[in-house]
């Protein structure tokens, strides 16, 4: 689902050419493959959360005498596809909500695994980009406040799905999706965890107000009355 995403946001986000994302996206499956043939730990690129942990891939690939040479006779064309996943992976370039805009489609539902760091891997992806979309804010209220990361520097938030993951089975495709993910601080996210109904109906109607058209775009068509059936 990530080279969903990524494949997109660099047609119709960067705007890059065609020929251009298909060899990024080529680029990506070769390194993927020497990875594997290498036996690295880490076997899908798309699955890397942090630029620091592709950094490291990168130096790994560096000592490759395939990658070198692969790299050597596309003119650097592996290493600027590598590049960019980094980009992408870090969010640095998730610097508004409205990039959302062009990335919200239907997803299909991911195959089940039995790697649970895998799956949390790709969703941390997912929620570090929200996150830094929403400027480190509380969606329920940017006058909340909470204290300041250390690996961040930032107001320290959290990535919460809407729409919890436990009711994919009531749809067709994913929830794991940007559309269903918001920025919340850390008391907002224990309260949609853990408080009374009548405490979260208000942050939960309003929340839905500000993502339904997005929800529908992602092909989570869901009415005001399931969707509180579903969250509360």
Known sequence: MISDYYGKYIKDVLRLRESTVNHYL?????LNRILRDNQYPIIDLYHVSTKENLKDIEVFLNQSEEYRGLNLRGNNMYSAALHNLMKFASAELFTSSEIFEDLDFPVEVAEQTMTLITKENRRSIIKDQVIHA?????ECDTAHTSFTSKATLRRYVEGHHLIPLQQQSFFPYSLDVYANVV???????RLFHLAIKSEKQYYLDRLFD???????SSGIDISHKEFLRLTL
């Open 26 to 30: 080529g680029a990506i499956t070769a």
């Open 134 to 138: 929403a400027h480190f804010a509380c």
């Open 183 to 189: 920025s919340l601080c850390p008391n907002c996210h």
């Open 210 to 216: 500000t993502r339904r058209v997005r929800l529908i």
